[in-house]
């Protein structure tokens, strides 16, 4: 039976999976319900079913989320949702279990011990074989390998930044900066200033909503608020001028490294990268106005992807298809 081949990009927030001949399988939330009883796990719920879970728990139930900024954060939860996620990739009809041959991308600025914790969860998770690959070399797989890619990709927890030539990476670092900062300071802006409290998700709202680099953008919401204090709720109207002066000193952080980076680009890649621009990928790229407000600082033209969240297990999916490249990869990423 030929073995089923996977790309799996494991995030702080999603989870996605490409397999070989058949593209994006999983694209789901990297969390868990589970139930633990004489020392053992099972698995309630993964991914978006969580939810329900969380408006009405259950005594014995435990919500993990098993990853936070590319790290596991709990081994035997990251197992029972690996094992789930993997199953619906798997042919429903068949006696025997296939080969389970999987490639695993990661962070650049991950450990030798956090890319061995992955491995060992994926190969308990009943994988046969794990290649691990970094996610910027699996962005310039999905963009065209073999040429220079200028990569920023915005996570939740984390944003990789890396330029990217023929041989794999040749300078990147990984930045604690994500599409979570920017909801965790919208959240502490209305305590600091409205002394109001909100939960996460209405901080995720109001970023979606409101959130915008552009300086002439003058919308306003109304959103309901525990007052500090009392818990009193009330109303409180924000504007996206007060999120614009909330979330521009963290883009402001990363322009900062993206601007030093550039400084760093070889000769031989100036062309390609200054052909393709800085290529935006990963949830925090749809900040509204996001790649303008950097072509305009950095001077230089600024793609965005269209599959910005899944475009890493893609890119991923690549490799496994081209073995040349792929063996390449391996041989200049090799932790072991």
């Known amino acids: 039976m030929k073995a089923i081949e996977l790309s799996i990009d494991l995030g702080s927030s999603k989870t996605s999976i490409h397999k070989v001949g058949s593209g994006l399988i999983v694209n789901d939330e990297s969390r868990v319900v589970v139930m633990t009883k004489n020392n053992r796990m099972t698995l309630l719920e993964s991914g978006k079913g969580v939810e329900k879970y969380m408006k009405r728990p259950m005594q014995g139930c435990q919500v993990v989320n098993t990853v936070d900024g590319g790290v596991i954060t709990n081994e035997r939860a990251a197992v029972c949702m690996l094992k789930d996620y993997i199953s619906r990739c798997?042919?429903?009809?068949?006696?025997?279990?296939?080969?389970?041959?999987?490639?695993?991308?990661?962070?650049?600025?991950?450990?030798?011990a956090e890319k061995k914790d992955i491995e060992k969860a994926l190969l308990k998770a009943g994988v046969s074989e794990v290649s691990i690959l970094e996610s910027p070399v699996a962005v310039a797989g999905a963009l065209g390998f073999g040429r220079g890619h200028f990569i920023v990709d915005i996570g939740s927890s984390k944003t990789e930044i890396a330029i990217v030539g023929r041989d794999g990476i040749v300078t990147g670092c990984s930045v604690d900066i994500g599409g979570d900062t920017l909801t965790k300071s919208i959240a502490d802006y209305m305590v600091m200033n409205m002394s109001s409290t909100i939960s996460f998700d209405l901080a995720e709202k109001i970023k979606k909503d409101l959130g915008s680099m552009y300086e002439n953008n003058n919308m306003s919401?109304?959103?309901?608020?525990?007052?500090?204090?009392?818990?009193?709720?009330?109303?409180?109207?924000?504007?996206?001028?007060?999120?614009?002066?909330?979330i521009q000193p963290h883009i402001i952080d990363l322009l900062s490294i993206i601007y030093n980076l550039s400084f760093q680009i070889p000769e031989n890649l100036a062309d390609d990268i200054v052909q393709e621009g800085i290529v935006l990928c990963g949830g925090g790229s749809n900040l509204t106005g996001l790649a303008e407000y950097i072509a305009k600082f950095m001077q230089m033209k600024v793609l965005r992807v269209d599959d910005p969240i899944t475009i890493v297990s893609r890119g991923g999916a690549y490799f496994l298809e081209n073995n040349t490249d792929f063996a390449k990869m391996l041989s200049v990423v090799n932790y072991q």
């Open 90 to 112: 798997l042919p429903g009809n068949t006696v025997i279990k296939p080969k389970i041959k999987v490639l695993a991308t990661v962070g650049c600025g991950l450990g030798l």
């Open 221 to 246: 919401m109304r959103v309901n608020v525990r007052k500090v204090g009392n818990s009193k709720v009330e109303s409180e109207v924000v504007s996206s001028k007060e999120i614009r002066n909330v």
